[in-house]
């Protein structure tokens, strides 16, 4: 049973007979001491997990309370096991979205540890394959990857600036998908990195994917190249809004619209069919009334100069590069490895399948994130 106490800041939740009030800092808390052994407590965790969504949903629709004896949720996570697959997969099942590949071998896993050891100012760049393995599809993923499976493709910047009806399929679909996009959970490679930040190891992590699970995980020196999908701005003005407080606004535009998908898509993309969509409202900008947008980088627009200069900044201050689950097709990111190359510092590259770089990198290793990044072990 969980319920909102007065001030909307906590939420009381019943665990092991006892009613506990918690902070939504708490709460966080719990959750991230869980989410390493996620694989044992997934019970557990869907229950902490939904609590948070909750907590994060009374917050965003004001500061009303409910009545002293309303029940704002109870869960059974035996009764609702089919609907805690939906949100939370089950990570027996996220490998799906990842490429298959041997296993790394142990002499480049020895490489990688005298690579990360004797650097002292190592940078990191992360893409899509980095949460392929907390089941979000990515792009390009040889075999799985939406290019491989579908002839669907990703908005452009420019129709979605220009055509209503391009917005409104956007907003329509990443309503649906943004459920279980939002609250995916970082894995054991994201938190490598951020266990690898606390030591002093890692001296900036620049990341391609809009996803946040670098923070969630822990870490707090972080550039997010494309932007984050937490996030949304106006094209018009100023205002910003996080996404969930956009999922309410959207909500209150379509009270009686609704649509399933069971296809999931990169970035809180969904596939919905003309007739699902009809009908989809798309709210404006509280602010000024002008079309919002999700913060993030859209295929066909240009990463802003002063983040292209900050990253460069890092690179210039780092002693080596390390590139992580990333083909870096992209220029955005294989940039940054042309950089370092022209300023002699070594490149290291773990990733599955050939990459942009490998020709200019000192190390290269054919192998999933999870399977190499939590052996390597820091020396004293």
Same mark, same amino acid.
């Given at each position: &049973?969980?319920?909102?106490?007065?001030?909307?800041?906590?939420?009381?939740?019943?665990?092991?007979?006892?009613?506990?009030?918690?902070?939504?800092?708490?709460?966080?808390?719990?959750?991230?001491?869980?989410?390493?052994?996620?694989?044992?407590?997934?019970q557990?965790?869907?229950?902490?997990?939904?609590?948070?969504?909750l !907590?994060?949903?009374? /917050?965003?629709?004001?500061?009303?309370?409910?009545?002293?004896?309303?029940?704002?949720?109870?869960?059974?996570?035996?009764?609702?096991?089919?609907?805690?697959?939906?949100?939370?997969?089950?990570?027996?099942?996220?490998?799906?979205?990842?490429? #298959?590949?041997?296993?790394?071998?142990?002499?480049?896993?020895?490489?990688?540890?005298?690579?990360? *050891?004797?650097?002292? /100012?190592?940078l990191? !760049?992360?893409?899509a394959?980095?949460?392929?393995?907390?089941?979000?599809?990515?792009? /390009?993923?040889?075999?799985?990857?939406?290019y491989?499976?579908?002839?669907?493709?990703?908005?452009?910047?420019?129709?979605f600036?220009?055509?209503?009806?391009?917005?409104?399929?956007?907003?329509?679909?990443?309503?649906?998908?943004?459920?279980?996009?939002g609250?995916?959970?970082? *894995?054991?490679?994201?938190?490598?990195?951020?266990?690898?930040?606390?030591?002093?190891?890692v001296?900036?992590?620049?990341t391609?994917?809009?996803?946040?699970?670098?923070?969630?995980a822990?870490?707090?020196?972080?550039?997010?190249?494309?932007?984050?999908?937490?996030?949304?701005?106006?094209?018009?003005?100023?205002?910003?809004?996080?996404?969930?407080?956009?999922?309410?606004?959207?909500?209150?535009?379509? +009270?009686?619209?609704?649509?399933?998908?069971?296809? &999931?898509?990169?970035?809180?993309?969904?596939? !919905?069919? +003309?007739?699902?969509?009809?009908?989809?409202?798309?709210?404006?900008c509280?602010?000024?009334?002008?079309n919002?947008?999700?913060?993030?980088?859209?295929?066909?627009?240009?990463?802003?100069?002063?983040?292209?200069?900050?990253?460069?900044?890092?690179?210039?201050?780092?002693?080596?590069?390390?590139?992580?689950g990333?083909?870096?097709?992209?220029?955005?990111?294989? /940039?940054f490895?042309?950089?370092?190359?022209?300023?002699?510092?070594?490149?290291?590259?773990?990733?599955?399948?050939?990459?942009?770089?490998?020709?200019?990198? #000192?190390?290269?290793?054919?192998?999933?994130?999870?399977?190499?990044?939590?052996?390597?072990?820091l020396?004293?």
């Amino acid at each position: &049973m969980a319920t909102k106490t007065k001030g909307n800041n906590c939420i009381m939740l019943r665990e092991k007979g006892k009613l506990l009030t918690l902070t939504q800092s708490e709460l966080k808390s719990k959750m991230m001491k869980l989410s390493p052994c996620i694989k044992v407590n997934y019970q557990q965790y869907v229950r902490l997990r939904k609590a948070k969504l909750l !907590l994060d949903s009374l /917050r965003c629709c004001g500061d009303v309370a409910p009545s002293k004896n309303q029940a704002v949720g109870s869960w059974n996570v035996a009764d609702e096991q089919e609907k805690d697959l939906a949100l939370f997969p089950n990570p027996g099942e996220i490998n799906k979205f990842v490429p #298959q590949c041997d296993p790394a071998r142990e002499e480049d896993v020895k490489r990688l540890q005298e690579f990360v *050891n004797c650097s002292k /100012r190592l940078l990191v !760049l992360t893409g899509a394959g980095m949460s392929t393995e907390s089941g979000i599809p990515d792009y /390009r993923s040889e075999g799985v990857g939406l290019y491989a499976t579908s002839t669907n493709r990703p908005v452009q910047y420019h129709d979605f600036v220009k055509k209503a009806e391009i917005r409104r399929r956007y907003w329509a679909r990443n309503y649906v998908g943004w459920p279980k996009f939002g609250y995916f959970h970082p *894995n054991i490679s994201h938190i490598t990195l951020a266990n690898w930040e606390k030591h002093g190891k890692v001296h900036w992590l620049i990341t391609q994917n809009v996803d946040a699970l670098h923070y969630k995980a822990g870490s707090k020196n972080i550039t997010e190249l494309h932007g984050s999908a937490h996030r949304v701005m106006c094209l018009n003005c100023d205002h910003t809004m996080s996404r969930p407080d956009m999922q309410v606004l959207i909500e209150s535009y379509n +009270p009686n619209w609704s649509a399933q998908s069971d296809e &999931m898509a990169p970035d809180a993309d969904v596939q !919905l069919t +003309p007739e699902q969509i009809e009908g989809f409202n798309v709210p404006p900008c509280p602010s000024c009334g002008g079309n919002l947008k999700p913060e993030i980088t859209f295929f066909g627009d240009n990463v802003a100069k002063h983040v292209v200069d900050f990253v460069r900044q890092k690179v210039d201050e780092c002693d080596s590069v390390l590139f992580a689950g990333t083909s870096l097709q992209v220029y955005s990111g294989y /940039r940054f490895a042309a950089t370092a190359q022209d300023k002699n510092k070594p490149i290291a590259i773990l990733n599955i399948g050939p990459t942009r770089a490998d020709k200019i990198a #000192q190390l290269k290793i054919n192998a999933k994130c999870g399977d190499v990044l939590p052996k390597i072990k820091l020396w004293r």
